[in-house]
């Protein structure tokens, strides 16, 4: 009975010891090893994370010391095994492929961003059911997104940006609920935007830089507080039922694209809006509304140079109580300075921003210079009127200077244009 006993506390105490030998599941071990086995040796460099890493050692038990200084965590969760639950890679240049296999149910982060990881986006990353960040930025990943990432039910940020990235965007992504930002930028992605309109709690979203196609998404997320899709091959008109109900929205920008028709007034009523950016479209008009309003606009800078907008400049930014910044440069607007251009500029109400950036250049305005903006000293703004039919724009005004008015010829055939 006695020796029983003694081969019972001897078995007990080796397989205690091999709990303590090996504390990082093995799971995870070997993810780390094909991790840093699928690198270009010459990539790893000494000084960065994964240089330092020695699996002679267990990893979870040496994180922090000379064997592993960094590039993960691990937190103890069943019986003392410790398992990777953030795997974070330092800028360091590395080159590779990532490994094809993932099973880390723990993993909360994985983040590989600024380095030269090449290939697929690994199929086996839906087995990182708890994963609540991904962060792939500024690699050389090419292929398509795939859809299997639509399981991550826990995924709030998703950075896949600056990448080879081909494709549309998969439209079961809308079963990722929880996804608050979504990074798509500086890929060679295509096809059209899908709505995501089930995407609840998304505030943040970046697709410029693609080459997605068809019209401005008829149902986004109402949480959204910045788009980004400029650079891209968008069309069409911008629909007011689009915009209505981004009540939250802060920040777009939808330049460099080929949207046409009328900039909507809706738009600028949005109520939470600060910063519109639609410059380099083919837009043709400013809508201006149809009934007298109180300007309660929170827009501070509205950006629609390079269009095609004609007619005479709308009169109703001047009214914009916050709005400070304004380009209206390389159109087609005719006509006079309005007054209150330069009253809001020079000489502003209370309650009212100033102009600080006024851009009306290359444009076909004509007539005097309002007066108010004569009183203008440099520096106190920046103002350009230059490349108009502005004949008496003399250049001892800073805001002549620079690009010569138009030529007499020119601004005559463009007289046929004034409404």
């Known amino acids: 009975m006695l020796s ?6 001897t078995l007990s105490l080796f397989l205690t010891s091999l709990v303590t030998d090996s504390a990082t599941h093995w799971d995870d071990t070997q993810l780390l090893k094909e991790l840093k086995n699928n690198l270009n040796a010459a990539s790893v460099t000494p000084g960065s994370c994964i240089y330092s890493w020695d699996f002679s050692f267990d990893p979870c038990d040496n994180l922090f010391s000379d064997k592993f200084t960094c590039g993960f965590r691990c937190d103890a969760v069943v019986s003392g095994t410790s398992r990777l639950t953030e795997l974070t890679l330092d800028p360091a240049g590395y080159t590779g492929t990532l490994p094809a296999a993932w099973n880390l149910p723990y993993l909360q982060t994985l983040d590989v961003s600024n380095n030269f990881f090449s290939g697929q986006i690994p199929e086996s990353f839906s087995n990182l059911t708890r994963l609540t960040r991904l962060g792939l930025s500024k690699n050389s990943l090419t292929g ?18 600056n990448n080879n990235l081909q494709g549309p965007i998969p439209v079961t992504f809308n079963a990722l609920t929880n996804l608050q930002r979504l990074e798509m930028q500086s890929n060679k992605l295509n096809g059209v935007v899908p709505s995501l309109s089930s995407l ?19 149902a986004l997320p109402e949480s959204l507080i910045q788009i980004s899709m400029r650079n891209n091959s968008l069309s069409g008109a911008l629909e007011p039922e689009s915009l ?14 080929g ?5 909507p007034f809706a738009l600028f009523e949005l109520p939470s809006l600060q910063q519109v950016t639609l410059s380099f479209n083919k837009f043709s008009q400013v809508e201006v509304p149809s009934y007298s309003l109180e300007m309660r606009s929170g827009v501070i800078a509205v950006d629609l ?3 095609e907008l004609g007619g005479f400049l709308p009169l109703f930014p001047a009214l914009m109580p916050r709005l400070s910044s304004l380009s209206l440069e390389n159109n087609k607007f005719v006509g006079m300075i309005p007054t209150q251009y330069a009253l809001k500029t020079v000489f502003p109400e209370a309650g009212m921003a100033p102009f600080q950036r006024l851009l009306l250049g290359g444009n076909y305005l004509f007539g005097a210079i309002p007066s108010a903006l004569m009183a203008l000293q440099p520096g106190s703004a920046m103002v350009s009127l230059v490349d108009n039919c502005l004949y008496r724009c003399p250049l001892s005004f800073f805001f002549c200077q620079g690009t010569q008015q138009k030529s007499f010829q020119q601004c005559k055939r463009f007289s046929r244009f004034i409404p």
Do not use: C, H, M
Not at 200 to 218: E, I, M, R, T
Not at 259 to 263: D, E, M, T
């Open 259 to 263: 949207f046409s028709g009328a900039v």
């Open 305 to 307: 140079s390079d269009n």
């Open 244 to 257: 209505r109900s981004l009540n939250s929205l802060q920040v777009v920008d939808l330049s460099g694209n």
């Open 144 to 161: 398509t997104i795939p859809s299997s990432l639509s399981s991550l039910s826990n995924l709030q940020e998703l950075y896949l940006d």
């Open 200 to 218: 609840k709690s998304l505030y943040y979203l970046d697709l410029s830089f693609n080459f997605f196609g068809g019209g401005f998404p008829s």
């Open 4 to 9: 029983l006993t003694l081969t019972f506390l």
